[in-house]
C-alpha cells in the first residue's frame, strides 16, 4: 500500500453560521461545531484511507472564544499519522466576521477515525503516511504517545504498555 503525503487529504470547510445553529444567548452551539468538525475530519480520513470511516474517538474540546451567528467559520482537517486501521485528524476552527476580519482560531481537536472494508464491518488496514515538513513531523511524533493516552483512556491499554507515555513524561 503506498504511503501517503498529508497535503493528498487535507480538507478545508467552510461554513457560515446561521440563526438555527446558535444557542439561545446567539452564539453557535458548541454541538453543531463539534458536527462540524466531525465531517470535516471523516472527510480528510476518507480521502486518505480511500476507504469508509468512522469516529472511534475524539480527543479534548474546547471552546476559546465565542462564534457569533454571521461569522464565518473554516475548519482545517489534515492526518497527523496513519496506525494499522486507524488515522488521527487533526482539525482546526479558524472563526471571522462576515468581512474577513476579527479572524481568530475558535477551537480544535484530535479525531481519531477507523478504515472500514466495502460491506462497512471490519477494519482495514490503512495507507501510512510520509510526513514532510517540520511541523508535519512534530505531529506525527506526538501522535504515538496521544493515541496511547487515548487507548489507556478508553481501557483499551494497560498503562503499564504505554511506553512511549512512559518516556515522555521521564523526560519532561
Ligand atoms: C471503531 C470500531 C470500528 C473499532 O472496532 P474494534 O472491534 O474495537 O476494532 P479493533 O479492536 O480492531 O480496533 C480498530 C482500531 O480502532 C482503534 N480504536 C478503537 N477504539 C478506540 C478509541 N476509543 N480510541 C482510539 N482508537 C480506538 C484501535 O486502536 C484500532 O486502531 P489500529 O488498528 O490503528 O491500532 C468500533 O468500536 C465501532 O464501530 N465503533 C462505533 C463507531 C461509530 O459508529 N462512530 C460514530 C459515533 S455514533
Known amino acids: 500500500m503506498k504511503e501517503k503525503k498529508v497535503v493528498d487529504s487535507k480538507t478545508i470547510m467552510t461554513e457560515m453560521i446561521m440563526p438555527n445553529d446558535a444557542n439561545p444567548i446567539g452564539n453557535l452551539m458548541g454541538g453543531n461545531l463539534m458536527r462540524w468538525m466531525d465531517i470535516a475530519g471523516g472527510i480528510c480520513a476518507g480521502k486518505h484511507c480511500e476507504a469508509h470511516v468512522v469516529t472511534a474517538s475524539v480527543d479534548h474540546v474546547s471552546f476559546q472564544n465565542p462564534i457569533h451567528v454571521g461569522d464565518v467559520i473554516t475548519l482545517d482537517a489534515t492526518v497527523t499519522r496513519a ?24 477551537n480544535h481537536a484530535y479525531f ?3 478504515a472500514l472494508d466495502d460491506e462497512k464491518k471490519k477494519p482495514i488496514k490503512v495507507p501510512a ?38 518516556t515522555f513524561f521521564a523526560e519532561h
Open 129 to 166: 503516511l510520509l510526513p514532510l515538513t517540520r511541523e508535519e513531523q512534530t505531529l506525527y511524533e506526538s501522535a504515538a504517545r496521544r493515541r496511547e493516552l487515548r487507548l489507556v483512556l478508553s481501557g483499551r491499554m494497560k498503562p503499564e504498555n504505554a511506553s512511549k507515555l512512559k
Open 83 to 106: 496506525f494499522n486501521t486507524s488515522v488521527e485528524v487533526y482539525v482546526e476552527v479558524f472563526a471571522a466576521d462576515v468581512k474577513g476580519h476579527k479572524s481568530r482560531r475558535s
Open 112 to 114: 481519531t477515525f477507523v
